[in-house]
């Protein structure tokens, strides 16, 4: 064997005519075509089994398959055997390089040495395509394609308008920074990410889309920043990201915080709330042992402990949802409740005096939030933390002994 030219893609071989709804997957292989004894011939080498597979490709081409060449993928058809290589996950370039040698074996032509043993152009551009800063707009691949095999991608600054779509297809990417854009829609598609850090600041986004529970996104995503744009309101289902670590939602409009799920984000250790219009915090902070909570520049509602009963029967879906709640049934039924009634169950309200969880419909008391530890602030005006009772009887205790029920 003598000069090669070598791809490391993923490979499925198919019989030609077979579905490409296979059962089978492709897996990765190092693909490698060279010159034997005057024969152009393709070795597939499996990486974890390190099988070979070997074929004829002089005067054995019946037709090259090139329109997602751009995304990484295309098929070779062979004669004998009628085989389909089907390549995927590979470099653009390369694969682009491939179909120029492949058409010069197809016309019966020589291909250079030099060409054929160029077979580094994956291998020695790999590490810096796994990073790419673009600095000026005019840099930006617009008519071009994404290297498959990109892990970072910073475009700050770039006077972007619209979400490219195509980083949606980059598998591999792990951080995102479109910071100091125009930005102001976010599609939904961004739950097919893998990103790890996320960093949306200094844009002009005024809605976040609903990411599903189940979704690459949500299992992924650890540092999220959109601040400094023009959220309002975030959506009740914002928490089922919860594998964050790092959320940055400083220098919007926000009037509120989602309460749903945010007891399930044990990784949280820093939430930063600055410059915002909320005016009360929710009860579950305190409880999260973050190692920073920035709320400074909000206009907090003073504490106002002066609730008196309502005089009103509970409905029956106050009363129900407090012993489903407070059951062993919750945790099995969750997944399989109406979407609104999960959000609403969805909210940890635990009753300030008998310490159990609230229904949907709790009494609210604001009580002010004395602890300084790890939490930045107006001293002069202190965040105050929405607390809840869970029934009359909580109410009268409350009211009989303020003092014991205080937030440290």
Known sequence: MFAAMRICSKVLVLECGTSHRSRYKP????????????????????????????????????????????????????????????????????????????????????????????????????ASQRRLVINKREDYPFCQGFSIS?????????????????????????????????????????????????????NHIKKWPSISDSSSLAKTLEILDLGGNELVWLPDD????????????SNNGLRGVPVAFLHKLHRLCVLILNDNQLDSLPSILPSLRLNQLVVYNNPFLPSDVSVKPSGVVPTLLSCASSSLLR???????????????RIALGVLRTCLCCRLRCGVNPYRILLSYKSWLNISCDRQNPPNILTYLCSDKCLTLFNSHTWKYTLD
């Not at 002089?58 to 090139?66: D, P, R, W, Y």
């Not at 990417?173 to 200094?202: G, K």
């Not at 919750?330 to 609104?340: A, M, V």
Request: glycine letters at 2%; aromatic letters at 6%.
């Open 27 to 126: 897996k990765k292989c190092v693909l490698s075509l060279c010159e034997e004894k005057g024969d152009y011939v393709v070795h597939i080498t499996h990486c974890f089994s390190n099988t070979n597979q070997k074929y004829k490709i002089s005067a054995n081409i019946e037709v090259l398959f090139t329109s997602h060449i751009e995304e990484g993928s295309m098929t070779i058809r062979l004669k004998s055997p009628p085989k389909d290589i089907m390549i995927h996950q590979a470099e653009s370039s390369d694969l682009m390089k491939l179909t120029k040698i492949l058409n010069l074996i197809i016309s019966g032509k020589n291909v250079p040495s030099r060409i054929l043993s160029s077979r580094s152009t994956n291998e020695l551009r790999k």
């Open 150 to 202: 990109l892990q970072e991608v910073i475009a700050k600054g770039l006077r972007l308008r619209q979400f490219d779509t195509r980083l949606l297809k980059l598998s591999s990417l792990r951080f995102l920074d479109l910071s100091a854009n125009l930005l102001e829609i976010i599609p939904q598609e961004i739950q097919d990410l893998n990103v790890v850090h996320f960093c949306l600041s200094s």
């Open 238 to 249: 914002f928490w089922l990201l919860t594998n964050l670590r790092i959320v940055n939602l």
């Open 327 to 341: 059951s062993n049934w919750y945790l099995r039924l969750e997944n399989i409740l109406p979407w609104n009634l």
